[in-house]
């Protein structure tokens, strides 16, 4: 992923957001790989940013505490923001996208990365509970079960799921300065690899159920 957005925006010497950050893994990449870039990551967890902090020791990453939808930044300072497997579990998509506009520098880019709600096999995150397309039973229904049978995790996921799909992702950016650059389907065959099948942009619903990652990449004018 890391070598896609390098690819088209380069990281030598760049302001580079990283929304969402974790447990800093993205974050360690790019600063470790790309030029010495200046990094700056953000996470509403502070128990993430403390095992980010620690991961990213030595390198040029800065932390602070703030959601996608009130990124704790002035407008206008960076030149990549990075939203990966993040905006499906925000509690809004439209204003966390508006907040990233915001913090984009005019010709700066946008990339985003997440698994489409009702995709059959990775829709509903709790790949360690089952690979079923749980999203499609009744909502009742699936919080008994995992409730149930799942972890405390697998329940804290079903609950971050803002149910976003690749139409609606589609509709929202329209409503800002953003011009799509390249956007990609993306059938993984392993938590690190994937094959982008472009067909699948032509499928209409088809591909909300096929696409296991969708990929956008975006400019701010």
């Known amino acids: 992923m890391v070598d896609r957005i390098g690819e088209i925006a380069g990281f030598a010497g760049k302001n580079v957001l990283d929304v969402?950050?974790?447990?800093?893994?993205?974050?360690?990449?790019?600063?470790?790989?790309?030029?010495d870039p200046c990094v700056c990551a953000v996470d509403v967890s502070r128990r993430c940013l403390?095992?980010?902090?620690?991961?990213?020791?030595?390198?040029?990453?800065?932390?602070?505490?703030?959601?996608?939808?009130?990124l704790p930044f002035s407008s206008t300072v960076f030149d990549?923001?990075?939203?990966f497997d993040v905006l499906e579990h925000v509690g809004d998509v439209e204003e966390a996208l508006r907040e990233c506009a915001r913090v984009l520098k005019r010709q700066g880019l946008?990339?985003?990365?997440?698994?489409?709600?009702?995709?059959?096999?990775?829709?509903?995150?709790?790949?360690?509970?089952?690979f079923l397309p749980l999203q499609f039973l009744p909502e009742a229904f699936v919080r008994?079960?995992?409730?149930?049978?799942?972890?405390?995790?697998?329940?804290?996921?079903?609950n971050s799921l803002n149910r976003l799909t690749i139409q609606r992702f589609q509709r929202l950016v329209k409503r800002f300065s953003l011009?799509?650059?390249?956007?990609?389907?993306?059938?993984?065959?392993?938590?690190?690899?994937g094959v982008s099948l472009k067909p699948l942009k032509y499928l209409g619903v088809l591909r909300e159920l096929a696409a296991m990652a969708y990929v956008s990449v975006l400019r701010k004018h």
């Open 110 to 130: 946008l990339y985003v990365e997440f698994a489409p709600y009702y995709c059959l096999v990775s829709g509903h995150h709790m790949y360690g509970f089952t």
């Open 144 to 158: 008994h079960l995992v409730s149930l049978k799942g972890s405390a995790a697998d329940l804290e996921t079903l």
């Open 80 to 83: 990549v923001v990075v939203l």
């Open 179 to 193: 011009e799509v650059l390249a956007d990609n389907y993306v059938v993984k065959y392993s938590p690190f690899a």
């Open 20 to 35: 969402g950050c974790g447990w800093g893994a993205l974050a360690y990449v790019v600063a470790k790989r790309n030029g």
């Open 50 to 70: 403390d095992g980010a902090r620690r991961h990213c020791n030595g390198l040029n990453v800065a932390f602070a505490a703030g959601s996608a939808e009130r």
